[in-house]
Nanobody, 117 residues
Framework: QVQFVESGGGLVQPGGSLRLSCVAS????????LGWYRQAPGQQLELVAT??????????TYADSVKGRFTISRDNAKNTLYLQMNSLKPEDTAVYYC????????WGQGTQVTVSS
Protein backbone atom coordinates (compact mmCIF):
# COMPACT_ATOMS: atom_id res chain seq x y z
CA GLN A 1 0.00 0.00 0.00
CA VAL A 2 0.97 3.59 -0.54
CA GLN A 3 1.19 5.86 2.49
CA PHE A 4 0.61 9.59 2.30
CA VAL A 5 1.80 12.67 4.20
CA GLU A 6 -0.17 15.86 3.68
CA SER A 7 1.06 19.42 4.28
CA GLY A 8 0.39 23.03 3.36
CA GLY A 9 -2.73 23.78 5.35
CA GLY A 10 -3.23 26.82 7.52
CA LEU A 11 -5.42 29.78 8.35
CA VAL A 12 -6.44 31.96 5.43
CA GLN A 13 -8.95 34.75 4.92
CA PRO A 14 -11.94 34.28 2.63
CA GLY A 15 -10.89 34.82 -0.96
CA GLY A 16 -7.35 33.67 -0.24
CA SER A 17 -5.34 30.78 -1.63
CA LEU A 18 -3.46 27.76 -0.36
CA ARG A 19 -1.50 24.99 -2.02
CA LEU A 20 -1.63 21.59 -0.41
CA SER A 21 0.99 18.92 -1.01
CA CYS A 22 0.89 15.19 -0.45
CA VAL A 23 4.01 13.08 -0.57
CA ALA A 24 3.60 9.35 -1.05
CA SER A 25 5.88 6.54 0.02
CA UNK A 26 6.92 3.69 -2.23
CA UNK A 27 7.68 3.31 -5.90
CA UNK A 28 4.17 2.67 -7.21
CA UNK A 29 2.84 6.24 -7.01
CA UNK A 30 2.52 6.58 -10.78
CA UNK A 31 0.15 3.64 -11.19
CA UNK A 32 -2.57 5.01 -8.93
CA UNK A 33 -5.45 7.33 -9.69
CA LEU A 34 -5.49 9.71 -6.72
CA GLY A 35 -7.83 11.99 -4.89
CA TRP A 36 -8.08 14.79 -2.37
CA TYR A 37 -10.69 14.36 0.34
CA ARG A 38 -11.86 16.60 3.13
CA GLN A 39 -13.79 16.23 6.34
CA ALA A 40 -15.39 19.16 8.10
CA PRO A 41 -16.38 18.92 11.78
CA GLY A 42 -19.45 16.74 12.16
CA GLN A 43 -19.53 15.98 8.44
CA GLN A 44 -18.81 12.92 6.36
CA LEU A 45 -15.66 12.52 4.35
CA GLU A 46 -16.03 14.23 0.97
CA LEU A 47 -14.09 13.50 -2.21
CA VAL A 48 -13.29 16.92 -3.69
CA ALA A 49 -10.95 16.18 -6.59
CA THR A 50 -9.46 13.24 -8.45
CA UNK A 51 -6.74 12.75 -11.04
CA UNK A 52 -6.16 9.74 -13.24
CA UNK A 53 -2.76 8.27 -13.98
CA UNK A 54 -0.65 10.04 -16.58
CA UNK A 55 -0.84 6.92 -18.69
CA UNK A 56 -4.63 7.26 -18.69
CA UNK A 57 -4.43 10.91 -19.65
CA UNK A 58 -4.35 12.50 -16.22
CA UNK A 59 -8.05 13.34 -16.38
CA UNK A 60 -9.29 15.41 -13.45
CA THR A 61 -12.70 15.60 -11.79
CA TYR A 62 -14.04 17.97 -9.15
CA ALA A 63 -16.91 18.16 -6.74
CA ASP A 64 -19.39 20.85 -7.73
CA SER A 65 -18.58 22.74 -4.55
CA VAL A 66 -14.96 23.36 -5.62
CA LYS A 67 -15.18 23.35 -9.41
CA GLY A 68 -13.49 26.38 -10.93
CA ARG A 69 -11.64 27.18 -7.69
CA PHE A 70 -9.49 24.11 -6.97
CA THR A 71 -6.93 22.45 -9.23
CA ILE A 72 -5.48 18.99 -8.63
CA SER A 73 -2.15 18.00 -10.16
CA ARG A 74 0.55 15.39 -9.74
CA ASP A 75 4.31 15.11 -10.16
CA ASN A 76 5.20 11.44 -10.49
CA ALA A 77 8.93 12.18 -10.41
CA LYS A 78 8.48 13.61 -6.91
CA ASN A 79 5.78 11.17 -5.75
CA THR A 80 3.72 14.25 -4.94
CA LEU A 81 0.08 15.22 -5.35
CA TYR A 82 -1.00 18.87 -5.16
CA LEU A 83 -4.21 20.78 -4.59
CA GLN A 84 -4.20 24.47 -5.51
CA MET A 85 -7.10 26.14 -3.75
CA ASN A 86 -8.17 29.63 -4.80
CA SER A 87 -11.07 31.87 -3.82
CA LEU A 88 -11.40 30.01 -0.55
CA LYS A 89 -14.66 30.17 1.36
CA PRO A 90 -15.45 29.52 5.03
CA GLU A 91 -17.24 26.33 3.98
CA ASP A 92 -13.92 24.98 2.68
CA THR A 93 -12.76 24.70 6.29
CA ALA A 94 -11.89 21.06 6.92
CA VAL A 95 -9.09 18.57 7.37
CA TYR A 96 -7.80 17.64 3.93
CA TYR A 97 -6.47 14.19 3.08
CA CYS A 98 -5.06 12.52 0.01
CA UNK A 99 -5.48 8.88 -0.92
CA UNK A 100 -6.07 6.71 -3.93
CA UNK A 101 -9.22 7.58 -5.86
CA UNK A 102 -10.92 4.58 -4.30
CA UNK A 103 -9.74 5.56 -0.83
CA UNK A 104 -8.37 2.11 -0.09
CA UNK A 105 -4.82 2.95 0.97
CA UNK A 106 -3.49 3.94 4.36
CA TRP A 107 -4.73 7.35 5.51
CA GLY A 108 -2.34 10.05 6.66
CA GLN A 109 -2.88 12.63 9.38
CA GLY A 110 -4.32 15.20 7.02
CA THR A 111 -3.71 18.93 7.00
CA GLN A 112 -6.07 21.48 8.55
CA VAL A 113 -7.43 24.26 6.37
CA THR A 114 -9.28 27.05 8.14
CA VAL A 115 -10.91 29.84 6.17
CA SER A 116 -11.93 32.67 8.44
CA SER A 117 -11.67 36.43 8.76
Amino acid sequence: QVQFVESGGGLVQPGGSLRLSCVASGSLFAIYALGWYRQAPGQQLELVATIATIRSGGTTTYADSVKGRFTISRDNAKNTLYLQMNSLKPEDTAVYYCNTRSGNSLWGQGTQVTVSS
